[in-house]
């Protein structure tokens, strides 16, 4: 199990640059991470700062599972799909994120040009 405190220094290592040191901690307790919205957003936010678009995709994905009205992760699923270069996946998800976070217009029209 995953105390408190790890879970925090794993957050301020992805907050300040350092992911690989993150995933080093939270990858063995990735099971138990999944079952929390804020534990696969963080999973997420770690695989996105190292380039791991996929397992980032994967685990954001689950986030919003977990909580569809969740604009920043909503909008980070949206970001790792359009660093994919795939604007169409990336766009329905950019919609809703800036419909929730007026912050997010941006890049969702970003998003929309690249779409057509």
């Keep these: 199990m995953m105390d408190t405190?790890?879970?925090?220094?794993?957050?301020?290592?992805v907050d300040e640059g350092r992911p690989l040191e993150a995933l080093e901690?939270?990858?063995?307790?990735?099971?138990?991470?999944r079952e929390s919205v804020a534990?696969?957003?963080l999973l997420?936010?770690?695989y996105?700062?190292?380039?791991?678009l996929r397992k980032a995709e994967e685990e954001l994905a689950r986030a919003v599972e977990l909580?569809?009205?969740d604009s920043y992760a909503r909008y980070l699923l949206g970001?790792?799909?359009q660093r994919q270069s795939r604007h169409a996946d990336a766009l329905p998800h950019l919609r809703l994120a800036a419909a929730l976070n007026p912050d997010y217009a941006g890049?969702?029209?970003a998003c929309a040009d690249r779409v057509g």
Aim: zero cysteines; aromatic letters at 8%.
């Design 39 to 41: 534990g696969a957003l």
């Design 25 to 33: 901690m939270l990858e063995p307790h990735a099971d138990e991470l």
């Design 5 to 13: 405190l790890t879970f925090r220094m794993a957050e301020t290592w």
């Design 107 to 109: 890049d969702r029209d």
């Design 79 to 81: 970001r790792a799909l």
């Design 48 to 52: 996105y700062r190292s380039a791991q």
């Design 67 to 69: 909580a569809p009205a």
């Design 44 to 46: 997420g936010r770690a």
